[in-house]
């Protein structure tokens, strides 16, 4: 009698159909997943373009607000102006959040102002070092090392050359390197810049009474102090620096602008001279990451009129 067969044949029927089954559900299943990654993707995609435009469109209300104030108030800038008015701790939109900060950063010294090796920025530099506890020494090598490099990108490019990185730490609040010569404005230096320039604590004194009292620093209120207004001194700025935080869903973005305002024979201009987009909390990028290889003022965004 013949051997039944048709269970054991069953039987390995109905694996093949599990096995199926399971190879099945692992595609869909896979299938799925690569959907809600994708989804996941394109919408994390969609919130960075928000925070991006975000960012670009704060960046934008500055590049307006000093534009402006290049015809409504070119003769001084200080903080009770327009542009610095901008600054937002936050903003809420429907689209996300985004905060704004607005730096003058002609309240710093140039460092590049002693490239031309001249006597006065290089006697300013000493007393300004001395104020931050540093030597005489250092401000001579900073001065040997840029009258032959020429203008730096960046103060911490100096480390380079051998300038030790805590002499450039105790600089940084107080000097920055300019793209273009700019003088100290005495509306929005730091008190202890002040008295680095007036080389005399009590005049400096009497001038930041003056500025808490009415806002602003002017030549006739220079007078009223009885103090002289220092060499590389000024009541106006040129070059401000912006950063932005902006958050749309899951993404955040930090924008970092440097920007540069132009009032000659050819018209008035604003102009984004550097910009950056990066995580928060991230370091300022370097020179190569700027895009700020070749001529130190490379073509940007613009508002002229």
């Not at 104020?131 to 090598?141: C, F, H, L």
């Not at 749309?248 to 132009?262: D, Q």
Request: aromatic fraction near 4%; charged fraction near 25%.
């Amino acid at each position: 009698m013949t051997p039944p067969v048709r269970s054991n044949e069953a039987g390995i029927v109905l694996v093949n159909v599990l096995v199926i089954l399971a190879i099945a559900s692992s595609v869909v299943f896979l299938m799925l997943s690569s959907r809600d990654v994708a989804l996941d993707r394109v919408a994390l995609q969609a919130d960075a373009a928000r925070a991006e435009w975000l960012a670009l469109g704060a960046e934008a209300s500055v590049v307006d607000a000093l534009r402006r104030d290049l015809d409504t108030g070119p003769e001084a800038d200080h903080f009770n102006e327009p542009w610095a008015l901008v600054i937002q701790e936050e903003a809420v939109l429907p689209t996300g959040r985004f905060s704004v900060a607005v730096k003058d950063a002609q309240a710093r010294f140039d460092i590049n102002l002693l490239a031309a090796g001249t006597l006065s920025p290089a006697i300013f530099l000493e007393r300004l070092l001395a104020e931050v506890g540093q030597t005489p020494e250092s401000a001579r090598d900073i001065s040997r090392v840029l009258s032959v490099t020429g203008p730096v990108a960046r103060l911490e490019d100096l480390e380079a050359y051998g300038i030790p990185p805590q002499v450039l730490g105790a600089l940084e609040p107080y000097a920055d390197a300019l793209p273009v010569p700019g003088t100290i404005n005495l509306n929005t230096a730091d008190p202890l810049l002040l008295r680095a320039m007036f080389n005399n604590r009590a005049a400096a004194a009497r001038v930041q009474r003056l500025r808490d009292s009415r806002g602003e620093v002017t030549r006739d209120g220079l007078a009223e102090a009885d103090v002289l207004r220092p060499e590389n001194s000024g009541f106006t700025s040129r070059i401000f620096d912006v950063e932005v935080l902006a958050e749309s869903g899951a993404a955040r973005v930090a924008l970092r602008s440097r920007i540069l305002r132009t009032d000659d024979l050819s018209g008035k201009g604003v102009v984004v001279i550097r910009r950056s987009l990066v995580p928060p909390d991230s370091p300022p990028p370097t020179a190569d990451a700027a895009n700020e290889s070749g001529p130190r003022i490379a073509p940007g965004a613009a508002v002229t009129r």
